[in-house]
DNA sequence: CGTCTTTGACCAGCGC
DNA sequence: GCGCTGGTCAAAGACG
């Protein structure tokens, strides 16, 4: 956001979580195109599919040309096939957590046959309308259902900066665009 | 002062 | 057509 720091260093980074004892990635699910509202779709749970699969197929959705009234789908609408949406099942006690961009929270809503509330949130930078949910897992509340839907037309605030103190060479590939900075790292997959 | 969260209201799609 | 439900808006307040 405002130079190489961490806007958020009082959270548990993304990245860094997976390194906890108490984090445990459960699940990731790539769902493309139509998508039915459950998370049924393609579960690639550790498997070698996942970094294989997931590195580099998201499909830019032209977000800049995604306004409000125009993403009222429902359900799995998506019509303009530009609902690219990418869910992760994650053990964790924290229900947000730091991917290195920025999200503003615009509404949190109970759903049905869910005890816990699910929270909205959009990516707090100009002009990139990704979006996000985040909700507990209605039957193992120690398990975090995160589903990102777009893809960020923007360069992680923080995440260049975090590469570049822990994995110095990433930088270079963002540099170069041999890193895609809206996949998930690698060692998600393991 | 700018940014963010909270929260109730509103809107639109879907099933019956 | 109606009711239910999920998703979004927007005002108000909190916070740094």
Not at 150 to 166: A, C, D, I, R, T
Request: aromatic letters at 10%; proline letters at 7%.
């Amino acid at each position: 956001m405002n130079g190489p720091q961490d806007p958020n260093p009082n959270n548990t980074r993304f990245e860094e979580m997976v390194d906890l004892p108490e984090f445990q990635l459960s699940d990731y699910l790539l769902l493309e195109g139509d998508f039915e509202g459950d998370f049924s779709a393609k579960t690639m749970a550790n498997s070698e599919e996942n970094s294989a699969g997931s590195s580099n197929g998201f499909a830019p959705p032209e977000a800049s040309e995604r306004r409000n009234s125009n993403i009222r789908c429902k359900r799995g609408k998506n019509k303009s096939g530009t609902g690219m949406r990418v869910a992760f099942r994650t053990k964790s006690e924290l229900e947000v957590m730091d991917d290195g961009f920025k999200w503003r929270k615009y509404g949190k809503k109970s759903v049905k046959n869910s005890p816990n509330p699910r929270n909205y949130y959009k990516c707090s930078s100009r002009g990139c309308l990704v979006k996000k949910r985040v909700e507990r897992d209605r039957d193992d509340s120690s398990y975090v259902m995160t589903t990102y839907e777009g893809v960020h037309n923007h360069e992680s605030p923080s995440l260049v900066y975090y590469n570049y103190k822990q994995m110095g060479p990433v930088v270079d590939a963002v540099a170069s665009g041999g890193w895609d900075p809206q996949a998930p790292p690698s060692h998600y997959s393991s």
